[in-house]
């Protein structure tokens, strides 16, 4: 028996042609299947650990940072689009904004803001032990980026400043509160 017969069967069974385009079709649908469920997959079956992180929402305005005071948002949960995430506001505190300013002689000084303050969110999350990019909702989680802090009554956007995994212990001077 020939591997290709005289009507140009695969083993008398298929087509090639027709064999080349049934691999190519499921080779295209496993791609999109990895694209799209590949890391809800890998984060369903991880094992998972809580993960600390400090968003700096600097210099906000009085009306801005009295509100979040007044809401007391410590315990919400935060928001993706229309679904509660996997992550709570541990605590919120206020710190002093300072900027630079020139003086009269022309130097250049740190001069603390009378008005403006900088509020500093602590987001705990639930992520995957091992991810080398842990995410809450579709927003890394890395020192420097930017992110949103959005719950049911609030949303503002600040900077990244710590993350740590397991425990919340930041370096001695970078909190004042905790």
Known sequence: MKMVDEKGKLLGLINVVDLIVLVAVIAVIGVIAV??????VTDAVSEKTDCYAEVAIIGAAPRIFEEVMRQEL???RLVAGNEYLEATVEDV???DYW????TADGRIVDAKDPTKKTIIVLI???VAKDTPSPKIGSQELRAGRTYIVK???FESTGTIRYVEFGSYDPPEGLS???
Not at 35 to 40: A, D, E, I, N, S
Not at 99 to 102: E, L, N, S
């Open 74 to 76: 410590a315990g919400e």
């Open 93 to 95: 505190w206020l710190e």
């Open 99 to 102: 900027m630079q300013a020139i």
């Open 176 to 178: 004042d509160v905790m």
């Open 35 to 40: 694209q799209l469920l590949g890391t809800k």
């Open 124 to 126: 705990r999350a639930t």
């Open 151 to 153: 719950t049911q009554t």
